[in-house]
C-alpha cells in the first residue's frame, strides 16, 4: 500500500509561483498513476492534475493549463507540482493520491496553498 504526504504550500502574491512535492512510501510506486487535487474553502475537491506511471503522459484541468507542471522522480519516490502565474482562486488545500484500479488511494494530509491578491 502506498502512503502520500505533501509538502511546498505557502502564502504567495498573485502572480508567484510554487513547488509543491508528494513523496510516497510504499513499493512500486513507479507504476502508480499519482494526481493532484485542491479544496477550495466551502468548494468540493477537485482534480488539478495527473501522471501516468509508464511513460508518464499527464493531463491537467482546464483552469491551470499552461500554468502548472506535474512531474516525478521516481528514484525519489516524489512527484511535483510546479505552479506558475498563480491567482487567488488557486488558493486552497492540495492533495496527492495514487491511482489503483478505479480508485484514488494513499490520500496525504494535504499542503495549503494561499495566493493573496
Known amino acids: 500500500q502506498v502512503q502520500l504526504v505533501e509538502s511546498g504550500g505557502g502564502l504567495v502574491q498573485a502572480g508567484g509561483s510554487l513547488r509543491l512535492s508528494c513523496a510516497a512510501s510504499?513499493?512500486?510506486?513507479?507504476?502508480?498513476?499519482v494526481g493532484w487535487f485542491r479544496q477550495a474553502p466551502g468548494k468540493d475537491r477537485e482534480f488539478v492534475a495527473r501522471?501516468?506511471?509508464?511513460?508518464?503522459?499527464?493531463t491537467y484541468a482546464d483552469s491551470v493549463k499552461g500554468r502548472f507542471t506535474i512531474s516525478r522522480d521516481n528514484a525519489k519516490n516524489t512527484v511535483y507540482l510546479q505552479m506558475n502565474n498563480l491567482n487567488p482562486e488557486d488558493t486552497g488545500v492540495y492533495y496527492c493520491?495514487?491511482?489503483?484500479?478505479?480508485?484514488?488511494?494513499?490520500w496525504g494530509q494535504g499542503t495549503q496553498v494561499t495566493v493573496s491578491s
Open positions: 493520491a495514487a491511482r489503483s484500479g478505479v480508485e484514488w488511494i494513499g
Open positions: 501522471i501516468a506511471g509508464v511513460g508518464s503522459v499527464t
Open positions: 510504499g513499493r512500486f510506486f513507479s507504476t502508480y498513476v
